[in-house]
């Protein structure tokens, strides 16, 4: 049998021990209140595939996760103003600073926008605190990445350069530049909303308002199918991600051992649904209900479910009324032009799949994308 058969089951127990293990050498060194970060990025930096990291992802995200919480730290006690108008401003600050970055660091962008709010949601944000949540950081990667190199297989490396030969590799995207950048009616769009998103939450009387800021940062895009897509991935992370949180907060007090069974147990059942492109999220509902909140989980799981959907209605509304772009029609427009399935269009696939799904046209879009794939589209 070969060692893809046994993949699973590796990647549930790398997560389980990473997770367990984070939480045990945190508490250890004093960092108890900023655990839950080290625990959310130790279970999300285990690879599915177990292969290596990109050596630049290890600065990367210590530098990132540094001048997010540094951001909000700094201008908290500067800005005697009511929360909805401090997140105002570190809003427009964060995604500004984050279109400034390369198109090809675009992740960085969403993580840069959540981690700068992060210290306005407390009563108090201290630079000790910001230092511990770093250093909480800085030893999940390390343990997730000792971890899964202990678990790491031959055949495991062999397919991770068998697919960044094959169709698996992600096409490159074009390289814009900054003017390009902060042209992009699309970006101001976002910030715009996402500048709003608190005071709308308070608006419609959200219990938790911050996971409407979240679902417009991170799931509202220039298309609709491409929303639609990240809506769904994140309402099925959140809504399966507490099973497990819900599951332990009533037999298990919050320990290693539980930590374990819950990021493993929510690993388990992702993969046991075939859902491992929801898996992430789900890692991070289960970290943030469980070891961030641990008590509050009776009452943090629905309404943390009602305000994220109300999130998601937001971040579709906008994509409808304000310059709707669809993802669907551009795609079989340039089918038209190119005939066959380039790059560009392997890009528009998820979103414009999405929109098809949604408009029940998914057999013709998968005829046309196969007549493409055979070079004789009409």
């Known amino acids: 049998m070969s060692s893809g058969a046994f993949r699973p089951l590796r990647l549930v127990l790398a997560v389980a021990l990473a997770s367990g293990l984070t939480w045990v050498i945190c508490h250890a060194v004093g960092l108890g209140a900023a ?3 080290g ?28 001048i997010g919480l540094s951001l909000g730290t700094f201008l908290k006690p500067l800005l005697e103003a009511p929360q909805v108008w401090q997140f105002a401003v570190v809003t427009v600050i964060a995604q500004i600073l984050g279109q400034a970055l390369p ?9 840069l926008a959540v981690l700068a709010v992060l210290p306005l949601l407390g009563s108090n944000a201290t630079w000790l605190g910001a230092w511990q949540q770093l250093l909480a950081v800085m030893v999940g990667m390390l343990t997730a990445t000792l971890l899964q190199a202990g678990l790491r297989l031959p055949q495991d490396l062999q397919d991770a350069e068998t697919d960044d030969r094959g169709e698996g590799a992600e ?13 992009d009616p699309y970006f101001w769009r976002k910030l715009v909303v996402a500048a709003l998103a608190l005071s709308i939450g308070l608006g419609v009387g959200a219990a938790t308002p911050k996971y409407l800021y979240f679902g ?7 298309s609709l199918g491409a929303t639609l897509a990240r809506v769904r991935d994140r309402m099925l992370g959140v809504s ?60 943090y799981i629905p309404n943390r479910w009602l305000d994220y959907l109300m999130g998601c209605g937001l971040a579709l509304l906008v994509c ?19 005939q066959r399935l380039d790059g560009t269009l392997r890009a528009l696939l998820p979103s414009a799949m999405e929109e ?22 009409p």
């Not at 599951?247 to 992702?270: C, H, K, P, Q, Y």
């Not at 098809?356 to 589209?377: D, M």
């Open 35 to 37: 655990t839950p970060y």
């Open 171 to 183: 096409t490159p995207l074009p390289a814009r530049t900054i003017a390009r950048r902060f042209a």
């Open 240 to 299: 399966l991600g507490v099973l497990m949180p819900a599951l332990v907060f009533n037999t298990m007090e919050i320990s290693s051992v539980s930590v374990a069974l819950v990021m493993g147990g929510t690993t388990a059942l992702m993969l046991g649904l075939r859902l491992e492109s929801s898996l992430r999220t789900a890692l991070i509902s289960s970290g943030v209900t469980f070891v961030g909140y641990g008590a509050l989980t009776q009452w």
């Open 320 to 338: 409808l009324l304000v310059r709707p772009l669809s993802a669907l029609g551009r795609f079989q427009a340039l089918a038209r032009e190119t």
């Open 39 to 66: 625990v959310v990025v130790a279970a999300l930096f285990i690879r599915p595939g177990f292969d290596r990291w990109p050596p630049p992802v290890f600065v990367l995200l210590p530098v990132v996760v540094a």
């Open 356 to 377: 098809a799904r949604l408009l029940g046209q998914q057999r013709q879009f998968r005829q046309l994308v196969q007549r493409l794939e055979s070079g004789s589209a």
């Open 216 to 222: 417009v940062v991170l799931l509202l895009n220039d």
């Open 103 to 111: 198109d090809k660091l675009m992740l960085v962008r969403n993580l």
